[in-house]
């Protein structure tokens, strides 16, 4: 019998609960974690590291809880982390490469699929002021002039990061004649479609009319975007975020758009979930579009979650990489462990 420890959260509860009931019925043991406080990163007390991990096989946590190293050297048995949606941010990724743990993400079409297409809406909705033009009717406004509305067709979008999503999103937007350049320094030119072309940073901030972030939240990534690359950008351009709130300096975008300098916004996500009352940014209005990390939350998303966790979860326990590995390349260094594990 295997033991599973599935941590509680706020947004995937109700999925993470399903699959706790499947993995139960299948014979393991599953333990549950305490529940957490929306908003707040939930740190494990060491205290609870004998009950939670000493015994564990599979650590199955989310963006909400946070899986160190201490958390990880505390699970001896340990085989694998997994993930139920695509970030792993909350595991310390070098302490499970060091250690040889296979982590396993909710990486499937439906989900990254779904964040692509909700970004086209964000960036369709920026260039044509839709909150703007839908409040001219509830208001019983005059329509402005000159007006507003700008067509993509022959815009440039600037994409930070070209991994799954990115590379979805690009797909979608074939068809709308936009100039599209990417910046990843972990993709060659070669892997961009014909319809790409990969620049630095600099060249994407100063050329893009929208720049979309799409990249991991890590050490190298945290807050990249701040205020010398949000002045960096066109005068008039649109930001969009649907990756990790915490690669943006929030700050730096509020006064940027207060002052006109960005022409709008559209965040998904920002650094403490659900965005505090408190933040600069719920004061602005025009062409800016605030969403609580939900806009790609599709029901095709969560029917799928519960099987793929599971599946994930199996896999590992079979000495099988996951259907979804976030870290391919420690695989030689996994299966070296899962030996030791077995001689043990």
Request: charged residues 25%.
């Given at each position: 019998m295997s033991q599973i420890f599935i941590a509680q959260d706020t947004a995937t509860g109700k999925e993470l609960t399903e699959a706790a009931e499947q993995l139960a019925a299948a014979g393991h043991r599953v333990i549950r974690g305490q529940q957490v406080t929306a908003g707040v990163k939930q740190v494990f007390p060491p205290a609870s590291y004998p009950e939670y991990f000493s015994d564990t096989d599979v650590i199955v946590v989310t963006s909400r809880n946070v899986c160190s190293r201490e958390v990880i050297l505390a699970a001896p048995r340990l085989r694998g982390i997994v993930t139920p949606t695509i970030g792993v941010d909350a595991v310390d990724l070098d302490a499970a490469n060091e250690l040889g743990i296979i982590i396993g993400h909710g990486a499937m079409p439906e989900n990254f699929i779904s964040v692509a297409e909700a970004t086209v809406l964000l960036?369709?909705?920026?260039?044509?002021?839709?909150?703007?033009?839908?409040?001219?009717?509830?208001?019983?406004?005059?329509?402005?002039?000159?007006?507003?509305?700008?067509?993509?067709?022959?815009?440039?979008?600037?994409?930070?990061?070209?991994?799954?999503?990115?590379?979805?999103?690009?797909?979608?937007?074939?068809?709308?004649?936009?100039?599209?350049?990417?910046?990843?320094?972990?993709?060659?030119?070669?892997?961009?479609?014909?319809?790409?072309?990969?620049?630095?940073?600099?060249?994407?901030?100063?050329?893009?009319?929208?720049?979309?972030?799409?990249?991991?939240?890590?050490?190298?990534?945290?807050?990249?975007?701040?205020?010398?690359?949000?002045?960096?950008?066109?005068?008039?351009?649109?930001?969009?975020?649907?990756?990790?709130?915490?690669?943006?300096?929030?700050?730096?975008?509020?006064?940027?758009?207060?002052?006109?300098?960005?022409?709008?916004?559209?965040?998904?996500?920002?650094?403490?979930?659900?965005?505090?009352?408190?933040?600069?940014?719920?004061?602005?209005?025009?062409?800016?579009?605030?969403?609580?990390?939900?806009?790609?939350?599709?029901?095709?998303?969560?029917?799928?979650?519960?099987?793929?966790?599971v599946a994930n979860i199996e896999r590992v326990l079979a000495g099988e990489p996951p259907l979804y590995t976030q870290n391919p390349k420690t695989i030689p260094k996994w299966r070296d462990r899962l030996a030791k594990l077995a001689a043990s």
């Open positions: 960036f369709a909705s920026l260039f044509y002021h839709l909150k703007s033009a839908e409040s001219l009717l509830r208001n019983n406004t005059p329509r402005p002039w000159p007006r507003q509305a700008r067509m993509m067709q022959g815009k440039t979008i600037g994409l930070i990061g070209f991994g799954r999503i990115a590379r979805a999103l690009a797909d979608r937007l074939q068809g709308w004649g936009v100039n599209l350049q990417v910046f990843d320094p972990y993709v060659k030119a070669s892997d961009l479609p014909s319809f790409a072309k990969l620049v630095d940073l600099q060249t994407l901030l100063r050329t893009s009319d929208l720049v979309s972030l799409h990249v991991t939240l890590n050490k190298e990534t945290y807050r990249m975007i701040g205020e010398a690359e949000i002045r960096a950008m066109k005068p008039g351009a649109f930001l969009v975020n649907t990756s990790r709130g915490g690669i943006v300096d929030e700050d730096a975008v509020y006064r940027a758009r207060r002052d006109g300098h960005l022409g709008g916004v559209a965040l998904d996500v920002s650094e403490k979930e659900p965005l505090p009352a408190e933040s600069p940014l719920r004061e602005l209005t025009d062409n800016v579009i605030l969403t609580p990390h939900f806009l790609s939350h599709t029901c095709e998303t969560h029917e799928v979650m519960p099987a793929t966790l």
